[in-house]
């Protein structure tokens, strides 16, 4: 069973950037696709970038398409989500996620981290 960690969220103004991390252990990444997400209170948890584990194939939301960058890295467990050009509407609760399959929607993800709080102040 893996477990997952996020970590790299902070206060930010608008048009910084961040770079979350997001660490596995447990076992390793290498064949899983995994998934960001987010969710602002009283709001559903929304996609925002996936990649694939064998292809690389990406994902993006379209409010983040441009600005966000999803990347693994097998050897080290680790997946980043590098965000450039913040804006205050990405301020919300970032999630990572394991699952079978590049997908879009969250019920495809078994496996999710606890989060971490970005919040972009304009």
């Known amino acids: 069973q893996v477990q997952l960690v996020e970590s790299g969220g902070g206060l930010v103004q608008t048009g910084d950037s961040l770079r979350l991390s997001c660490a596995a252990s447990?076992?390793?990444?290498?064949?899983?696709?995994m998934g960001w997400f987010r969710q602002v209170p009283g709001k559903e948890r929304d996609f925002v970038a996936a990649i694939g584990w064998r292809t690389g194939l990406t994902l993006y939301a379209d409010s983040v398409k441009g600005r966000f960058t999803i990347a693994r890295d097998n050897a080290k467990s680790t997946v980043y989500l590098h965000m450039n050009s913040l804006k205050p509407e990405d301020t919300a609760v970032y999630y990572c996620?394991?699952?079978?399959?590049?997908?879009?929607?969250?019920?495809?993800?078994?496996?999710w981290g606890p989060g971490t709080q970005v919040t972009v102040s304009s």
């Open positions: 996620a394991g699952g079978p399959g590049v997908s879009r929607n969250r019920a495809s993800y078994s496996t």
């Open positions: 447990g076992r390793s990444l290498s064949s899983l696709a």
